[in-house]
T-cell receptor
Framework: ETGVTQSPTHLIKTRGQQVTLRCSSQ?????VSWYQQALGQGPQFIFQ???????GRGNFPPRFSGLQFPNYSSELNVNALELDDSALYLC?????????????FGPGTRLTVT | QKEVEQDPGPLSVPEGAIVSLNCTYS??????FMWYRQYSRKGPELLMY????GNKEDGRFTAQVDKSSKYISLFIRDSQPSDSATYLC???????????FGRGTSLIVHP
């Protein structure tokens, strides 16, 4: 088990609603990345935060936004939910300055949009 | 064409077999190569991480990168039923720290 935790585990929302997902990084990690994983697909990069600043963004619309806090925990916010947003949302933490490619994933939050 | 291609399987092998899992990639800027294992309803777990071409061994696992053919492999020796999972390859260019994942290959090791 990694030290990365995510909440909630599961979530059901209605189209058009807003959702906030939370991630607590592994101790000592200063970088957090968020991914969307649809069923049968690999994780797709949403964005990355390094020391509270967005440090890269994938091909996702602006209704996907995030925050990283001073303790390096993070939130992913999704507005105006669409049916296609149903997926497993993963966060991963790493130490950018040392071994940024060694990312440690949390268990994910499974979001269902109806 | 996706940047990282991976056959989804499933790949079914008997216990004790040598397993070969493969990916191809298209971006010659990729220099970092990772393999993750993902059990059902869990997050991916980093197995191995290599830089540039060559082999890297860790216990029963060997990762191999051939940059000339843009081909990545993971070999599992003496496969066990507990190895049954989805294996994801990922690559990244220098400095971005943002991996691009394949879709994963489902491996089933039956007793």
């Amino acid at each position: 088990e990694t030290g990365v935790t995510q909440s909630p585990t599961h979530l059901i929302k209605t189209r058009g609603q807003q959702v906030t997902l939370r991630c607590s990084s592994q101790s000592g990690h200063n970088t957090v990345s968020w991914y969307q994983q649809a069923l049968g697909q690999g994780p797709q990069f949403i964005f990355q935060y390094y020391r509270e600043e967005e440090n890269g963004r994938g091909n996702f619309p602006p209704r996907f936004s995030g925050l990283q806090f001073p303790n390096y925990s993070s939130e992913l916010n999704v507005n105006a939910l669409e049916l296609d947003d149903s997926a497993l949302y993963l966060c991963a933490s790493s130490v950018r300055d040392r071994s940024g490619y060694e990312q440690y994933f949390g268990p994910g939050t499974r979001l269902t949009v109806t | 064409q996706k940047e990282v291609e991976q056959d989804p399987g499933p790949l079914s092998v008997p216990e004790g077999a040598i397993v070969s899992l493969n990916c191809t990639y298209s971006n010659s800027a990729f220099q970092y190569f990772m393999w993750y294992r993902q059990y059902s309803r869990k997050g991916p777990e980093l197995l191995m991480y290599t830089y540039s071409s060559g082999n890297k061994e860790d216990g029963r696992f060997t990762a191999q990168v051939d940059k000339s053919s843009k081909y990545i492999s993971l070999f599992i020796r003496d496969s066990q039923p507990s190895d049954s999972a989805t294996y994801l390859c990922a690559t990244s260019s220098g400095g971005s720290y943002i991996p691009t994942f394949g879709r994963g290959t489902s491996l089933i090791v039956h007793p």
